[in-house]
């Protein structure tokens, strides 16, 4: 546990006190500043520290400049640098850490510029196992939180706005070892379906992709095309050794998402492409993506660990909104994208992050920030028949998944959580993969898990789900 300053103020028991500033008078900038919120705080062990996330509620961005944020002490104060703007709808986390830490019993206040006039405050007498949030998010009460959600909407327990309770797995119960005796060691990790026969599997480390075709009632290394014994991944510029924890197959290409670079010791947070077609034994990216700059910082192995794709056909289709435009998604707005957008799932703190990827590489744009509700996010599968995104945690989350849907206002939220099929042991599983509809049969498809502890010798795992939900 951090240790923190000693306090001489302490405000109480976990009290909200949001401040009435007489919304029916008052001038509309004004209105719009009222609506300004603490939503979530982190007082003990946050990335990289303790911070204080604020959302707007209003229908304009407004301008925090030199705006303050001070815990119980008065001389603790927190500035908010000038020309940071928050738009309608966004949130915005201040690592206050590098100012003063946040303790217990604490509190977390904000002032306008004139240091002040009081906006919102919140009081708790003990850390929170996780996080304190607003439950429904933005708008409810202070609850303690199912997870970190830094820069995201809340993951609120069980109804209320945040997560529905946990359910049975909607498969069935039992599961099947998919693959031969030791045939892949430990680090397997991200899963993709090309086809009802051909699944794509990374490793971690040395980073390696596979291609595995069905051998009976196992998946096994396809022994044409130079894959047998897998391929090495490096870098565009041929060096290097990608931890690869995530793949997906898309129209436009191969895309692996990696935490570091197994060579060095940081974090290094990247999205490669690579030419499955090539028969050499080592793959250079043919182009790659550096999302550092624009995830929160993190430890080097707690970066993405999963990657998806939904094609922008789905998400037009059902009025995805951009959080950048603050408006229904317009792909002809990024131009060069591809035909969808990549959803990136953090270990660190459970967020998925979406993106318009330039395919010439390197240009990128966020589009939106969703929780997953999960402390941690292993591993991300979109199902085209029920347009659900699912997300997967490993053995810290006791092997559940959660799917998430778009929502009346265009967002990307939870809809449910799934217990792991009880014929599974909690084992640490980082990959899963659903296969293709057309691989239905009797009302079930199958799916796969990938083991990254290689448990009994066997990485990989086979169980089905319902075709339609």
């Known amino acids: 546990m951090r240790t923190h300053w000693r306090r001489n103020v302490h405000i109480g028991a976990a009290v909200l006190s949001v401040l009435a500033l007489g919304l029916s008078s008052a001038p509309a900038s004004a209105q719009d500043q009222s609506m300004v919120l603490i939503n979530e705080v982190e007082s003990n062990g946050g990335s990289p520290g303790d911070w204080i996330e604020l959302v707007n509620n209003g229908t304009a961005s407004v301008d925090l400049s030199g705006w303050i944020v001070k815990d119980d002490d008065n001389s603790h104060s927190y500035k908010i640098p000038s020309g940071k703007t928050l738009a309608p709808g966004g949130y915005l986390a201040l690592d206050v850490e590098s100012s003063y830490g946040l303790g217990s019993p604490d509190s977390a206040r904000l002032y306008r510029a004139d240091g002040s006039t009081l906006v919102d405050s919140y009081s708790w007498t003990g850390h929170a196992t996780t996080t304190y949030g607003r439950c429904a998010d933005g708008t409810g009460a202070f609850t303690t939180t199912t997870a970190p959600t830094k820069s995201a909407p809340n993951a609120c327990p069980g109804g209320g706005g945040g997560l529905p309770s946990d359910t049975t797995w909607p498969g069935d119960p039992g599961v099947t070892v998919a693959d031969g005796s030791n045939v892949f060691g430990t680090n397997l990790s991200g899963l993709s379906y090309e086809s009802p026969s051909v699944l794509w599997a990374v490793n971690n480390g040395p980073g390696k992709l596979y291609r595995l075709v069905q051998n009976g009632t196992t998946w096994a290394p396809d022994r044409t095309g130079g894959w047998t014994s897998g391929k090495t991944l490096r870098y565009a510029n041929g060096s290097g050794d990608p931890d690869a924890e995530g793949v997906v197959v898309t129209p436009d290409g191969l895309f692996v998402v990696t935490e570091r670079d197994n060579n060095g010791s940081t974090s290094l947070p990247k999205v490669l492409r690579y030419d499955t077609t090539s028969t050499a034994s080592s793959l250079n990216a043919t182009a790659e993506w550096n999302l550092t700059s624009d995830l929160p910082s993190v430890a080097a192995n707690s970066g993405p660990e999963g990657i998806s794709w939904i094609p922008d056909s789905y998400l037009t289709a059902h009025g995805f909104h951009d ?51 999960f402390p941690g996010v292993m591993d991300l599968e979109f199902e085209p028949a029920t347009g659900h995104l699912w997300a997967a945690c490993d053995d810290t989350c006791q092997g559940r998944s959660s799917t998430l849907d778009i929502n009346a ?49 066997h990485a990989l795992r086979a169980g089905t789900l319902a075709c339609t939900s």
């Open 409 to 457: 206002q265009g967002k990307l939220a939870v809809t449910h959580t799934y217990d792991r099929p009880t014929g599974m042991p909690n084992y640490n599983n980082e990959g899963f993969a659903i296969a293709p509809q057309a691989a239905c049969a009797a009302g079930r498809k199958p799916v796969v898990w990938s083991d990254d502890d290689n448990d009994g010798g």
């Open 323 to 373: 959080e950048r435009a603050n408006a229904a998604y317009n792909p002809a707005a990024y131009p060069g994208h591809g035909s969808g957008l990549f959803f990136v799932g953090l270990e660190a703190n459970g967020t998925v992050y979406a993106y318009a990827l330039n395919q010439s590489g390197g240009g990128y744009t966020r589009i939106a920030t969703v929780a997953s509700g």
